[in-house]
């Protein structure tokens, strides 16, 4: 018995690090497709609430659509895109949905939740895309905007930004 509560202890200490990020509920999308990006955010900030998180799109993603969400307000900031995207009608799309904000809620440190939106990814197979975000609290903000150099992995960095892992087409 004193085994198994040693090793369930270990495997619950090697799960806190995974809850003490802002991660995607989907870690895997196709090139080219439209990707549901559920953030989710497992707490506050130094045991208090989180009110605002803002998340930055990445180049290459368009047609960004946040969802709403009952007791926060929602804004965007659009502007150029790095390079011109086809629209897959025969247009280009220039600008679009750059930054994603969502404010005057409250996450207590205790709860959990999920901010959610979409876009079309870049047709860019077997890469990583990483979605910096910031929350900020009533004490205290987490910067989750980390992306890991050549040859290091997230577990390497304190605050790692969230990340999708672009696969080919079938």
């Known amino acids: ?11 619950a ?18 090139a080219g497709t439209y990707y549901k990006a559920v953030l989710r955010v497992g707490h506050g900030c130094e045991g208090t609430p989180m009110h605002t998180i803002r998340v930055q799109i990445p180049d290459g993603v368009v047609a960004v659509k946040p ?5 926060w307000q929602l804004s965007t900031k659009t502007g150029k895109l790095a390079q011109p995207i086809s629209d897959g009608h025969g247009g280009q799309i220039t ?8 404010s005057g809620g409250k996450l207590l440190d205790e709860h959990y939740d999920e901010f959610v939106f979409r876009g079309r990814l870049p047709d860019k197979p077997n890469t990583t895309l990483y979605i ?13 905007i980390e992306i890991p150099a050549e ?7 304190k605050e790692p930004a969230p990340a ?7």
Do not use: N
Request: glycine share 8%; proline share 9%; aromatic share 6%.
């Open 1 to 11: 018995m004193r085994a198994l509560c040693a090793s369930f202890a270990v495997l």
């Open 13 to 30: 200490g090697l799960a806190l690090p995974a809850h003490a990020h802002v991660t995607l509920e989907t870690q895997q999308a196709v």
């Open 67 to 71: 969802m709403p969400k009952p007791g």
């Open 95 to 102: 600008e679009g949905v750059r930054e994603i904000t969502w």
């Open 132 to 144: 910096p975000v910031v929350q900020e609290c009533e004490k205290g903000v987490h910067r989750w």
């Open 151 to 157: 040859g290091k992995k997230a577990d390497d960095y």
């Open 164 to 170: 999708v892992r672009i696969l080919p087409k079938p």
